[in-house]
């Protein structure tokens, strides 16, 4: 393949925030009187957070209202906030900063593709805003992944076409987000769990472009 674009989830690519959406998910389950462990947490990676609030309540076995499911979900995201609003650049996961700065380095566009709608947040407090030439987030698309909109339109903002694109994704909906969007997607964590990704790396220290082979 040409590749001319890469797209990056944000959430266990770029930096680690998931342990701070378990902490805030979990502070939540314990009022509603349930446990929720890190096990079930993985369920609700790289998904938006009214269906991870959806899966959250049928692990508990809760109903609560929609107006209750708003509140609850805003909730949660005020409890994350506290923890990612203290995020600097030291928080940037290892060999990033490096693999973004060769993939520059060699004409190749970046863009985040994320579900969250705090990932400008996130960017602005470890200083990665200006490394991306498009930021798609929660508060541009409506439909979560495996849909494909975040990336496509991705893909579509950076005027590239699908096929010259790779995704680089830790959860298991994001890999096949980017493949319903008719692009290579990368996993980033366990073989056991991304084996639907086209190549799995444990992170990005040490990786190079020309590690990258699809």
């Not at 369920?43 to 209750?68: A, F, Y």
């Not at 509140?71 to 290892?94: F, H, I």
């Not at 496509?152 to 903002?157: E, K, P, T, V």
Request: some cysteine; hydrophobic content about 45%; glycine content about 8%.
């Amino acid at each position: 393949m040409i590749l001319k674009a890469c797209l990056f989830d944000l959430d266990g690519v770029i930096v680690d925030t998931a342990q701070y959406h378990y902490l805030a998910w979990k502070n939540l389950a314990d009022k509603l009187g349930f446990v929720f462990t890190e096990t079930d947490n993985e369920q609700l990676k790289g998904v938006s957070r009214m269906e991870s609030l959806r899966i959250l309540l049928e692990i508990g076995n809760v109903s609560l209202s929609e107006q209750e499911k708003i509140q609850v979900a805003e909730e949660k995201n005020q409890l994350y906030l506290q923890y990612v609003l203290r995020m600097t650049r030291g928080d940037v996961l290892p060999g990033v900063l490096e693999f973004l700065r060769e993939l520059k380095n060699n004409k190749i566009l970046l863009g985040i593709g994320s579900a969250s709608k705090n990932a400008r947040t996130i960017l602005e407090g470890i200083e990665l805003v200006s490394a991306f030439d498009v930021i798609v987030d929660g508060n541009l698309i409506t439909h979560a992944k495996p849909h494909p909109e975040v990336f496509a339109l991705g893909a579509q903002l950076l005027h590239t076409d699908a096929s010259c694109c790779i995704v680089f994704e830790d959860a298991i909906a994001g890999i096949q987000a980017a493949h319903n969007a008719g692009m290579k997607c990368i996993g980033v964590g366990s073989p056991e769990i991304l084996r639907e990704a086209d190549l799995v790396i444990p992170g990005f220290k040490n990786l190079k472009l020309a590690d990258i082979k699809l």
